[in-house]
Antibody, heavy 118, light 107 residues
Framework: EIQLLQSGPEVKKPGESLRISCQGSGYVFRGYWIGWVRQRPGIGLEWLGI????????RASPSLQGQISISADESTSTTYLQVNSLKNTDTGMYYC???????????WGQGSLVTVSS | DIQMTQSPSSLSASVGDRVTITCRASQVIGNDLSWYQQKPRQAPRRLIH???NLHSGVPSRFSGAGSGTQFTLTISSLQPEDFATYFC?????????FGPGTRIDIK
């Protein structure tokens, strides 16, 4: 069974950094892109970036480039999203999802809730 | 960036109704579009890929059509479990971009 298991909820203060993890299982980890998607309260889905664990090729949304970084560790089948210089507006649910050969996202993690508040 | 729009932003419908949602891209994206359903407090779930291909396990009352810049998602006979929010996603060009969503409520 294909699964993406994300790390637990985070509470951070403005200006801090956070790292969320997403561990894949049930498929060949290095062979599929993993993307990150954010959903802020009352707002739709926002595509943040994507990584190919096989060679760590990474693309990030230009609007967030500089604030986020995405990495992967093949030895643990885990992808990471780091968000720096957090603001209150970074509060939301963060999802990882597997990209299915250019066909969008076929499997999703359960989400990691991030709260940024002073 | 490619901008995605959806219409309507919300609609009220009854069980058994036929419902169509439209997604438009600001430039040609071929058939590089997928559709997702999201229920409250759940992760999104893919319904359609490559504009018109049903994702495995998705009921056949869901269908997708279109190419280029205009796409539709149709639910042929709305069921109680279909009341949710629906998003389109273009994956033709980075950054990939989602539509703003269409919420379907019970009339």
């Amino acid at each position: 069974e294909i699964q993406l298991l994300q790390s637990g909820p985070e509470v951070k203060k403005p200006g801090e950094s956070l790292r969320i993890s997403c561990q894949g299982s049930g498929y060949v980890f290095r062979g599929y892109w993993i993307g990150w998607v954010r959903q802020r309260p009352g707002i739709g889905l926002e595509w943040l970036g994507i990584i190919y664990p096989g060679d760590s090729d990474t693309r990030a949304s230009p609007s967030l480039q500089g604030q986020i970084s995405i990495s992967a560790d093949e030895s643990t089948s885990t992808t990471y999203l780091q968000v720096n210089s957090l603001k209150n507006t970074d509060t939301g649910m963060y999802y990882c999802a597997r990209a299915d050969g250019g066909q969008g996202f076929d499997y999703w993690g359960q989400g990691s809730l991030v709260t940024v508040s002073s | 960036d490619i901008q995605m729009t959806q219409s309507p932003s919300s609609l009220s419908a009854s069980v058994g109704d036929r419902v169509t949602i439209t997604c438009r891209a600001s430039q040609v994206i071929g058939n590089d579009l997928s559709w997702y359903q999201q229920k409250p407090r759940q992760a999104p779930r893919r319904l359609i890929h490559a504009a018109a291909n049903l994702h495995s396990g998705v009921p056949s009352r869901f269908s997708g059509a279109g190419s280029g810049t205009q796409f539709t998602l149709t639910i042929s006979s709305l069921q109680p479990e279909d009341f949710a929010t629906y998003f389109c996603l273009q994956h033709n060009e980075y950054p990939h971009t989602f539509g703003p969503g269409t919420r379907i409520d019970i009339k």
